[in-house]
């Protein structure tokens, strides 16, 4: 949806965060997604007319999402891995049985296809935080299955067509708070190829 002023003040007010990622973060994409949208944060803070900021990230959001713009930038598996790179096509399919093995459905309200970057994300972050909980339970066997599902949705999916969502959006975009979130989104992705392999290995070696 479109960023309203609640959400950008949420942001705002985790710019310590992203201060204290981009000092921390050894990947690139991922430092220079937090210090664009540091940026962008302060940005918005200096701007006394905050109705003027939000009409323009509207139009935006708009012209990016909404195809509206003369570079869509569209948010589904499907358009980029499909056959015929159209809504519903194999891709979709194949969210669907993963999201099966969890009973994981995707809120109602939420009208977009299950295979949209925002519940796959949402999926992800379920299989990160089924993990977490097999860590402190010191349930390894669990955890380390939970991983290798991350891995393989990793592999299937995110990284086969995120990258290619965020170079495009980076690209159509003028504002520094959607080339921020392109960049932040994109490092991520990347830094979870490489992470989520070394700790399978790691919890592999604990007896």
Known sequence: MEVDEDFLRTVSET????KQLAESAEEELLKDGCLTLSD?????????????LLTDLASEYASLFLNVGSSPVYLVESVYLGKHHLLYEEPYFEVLEAYKTFGFEKSPEFKEPEDHLAVELEFMAKLIDL????????????????LN????????????????????????SSSKFYKGLAKLLHGFIKVEEQFVPFIIDKISTVN
Not at 15 to 18: E, R
Request: proline share 2%.
């Open 15 to 18: 710019k310590t965060l992203f």
């Open 149 to 172: 599902l991350q891995k393989e949705f990793l592999d299937d999916h995110l990284i086969k067509w995120v990258p290619q969502l965020c170079q495009k959006l980076e690209e159509a």
């Open 131 to 146: 993990t977490m909980r097999s860590i402190d339970e010191n349930n390894l066997e669990y955890a380390k299955g939970y």
């Open 40 to 52: 962008a944060i302060k940005d918005f803070e200096e701007d006394v007319d905050k109705s003027s």
